[in-house]
């Protein structure tokens, strides 16, 4: 089962370098991992998404992440209320005669054209992971040249913060 993580750290250099080692070295498989800035200047925000057989798994993972020095808390948002999204900037061959179709599939996903030339465009798309799939499955025939996906962003709903939990 997926499991997604937010953890927060120490804005230190190498910090998710060591989350990623310790991960890795004990067999997990990183599904995605982002992480950026938070409303704090000296916290990061790492969200991770892993593949774990059972909660015994999971609890190594996390028992190994909160003895690193830098880690501050790790909220497991799996099964919880959230908002979870993934962003792709996806890059398709848009000749002349196909391009009115290629828009009027970006408005079906509500995404952004964000540039155009004379032989590609480059959509932006939010949302969950089925739909930037079904949106990449349907632009497949137009022929993609370049995708790039950020992996999965999560936040509880409601409103306690992640550091008040």
């Given at each position: ?43 990061t ?13 999971l ?7 909160s ?13 919880q ?18 391009r ?32 930037i ?6 632009l ?12 999965r ?6 409103p ?6």
């Amino acid at each position: 089962m997926k499991h997604t993580l937010a953890v927060l750290v120490e804005n230190k250099p190498g910090v998710l370098t060591h989350i990623s080692g310790l991960i890795s070295r004990r067999a997990f498989n990183i599904e995605s991992i982002a992480a950026g800035y938070t409303e704090e200047p000296d916290m990061t925000r790492i969200t991770i998404v892993v593949e774990a057989d059972d909660e015994y798994e999971l609890e190594q993972v996390v028992n190994q992440l909160s003895k690193l020095i830098d880690v501050i808390k790790i909220i497991d948002l799996t099964g919880q209320d959230r908002v979870h999204r993934e962003l792709a900037l996806i890059k398709v061959t848009a000749a002349p005669e196909n391009r009115a179709e290629i828009v009027n599939i970006v408005e079906i996903f509500r995404a952004h054209i964000v540039d155009v030339n004379k032989e590609t465009m480059i959509v932006e798309l939010t949302g969950e992971e089925m739909k930037i799939d079904a949106m990449c499955e349907l632009l497949e025939d137009y022929g993609i040249r370049e995708i790039v996906r950020t992996g999965r962003i999560a936040i509880g709903r409601g409103p306690i913060s992640a550091k008040e939990v």
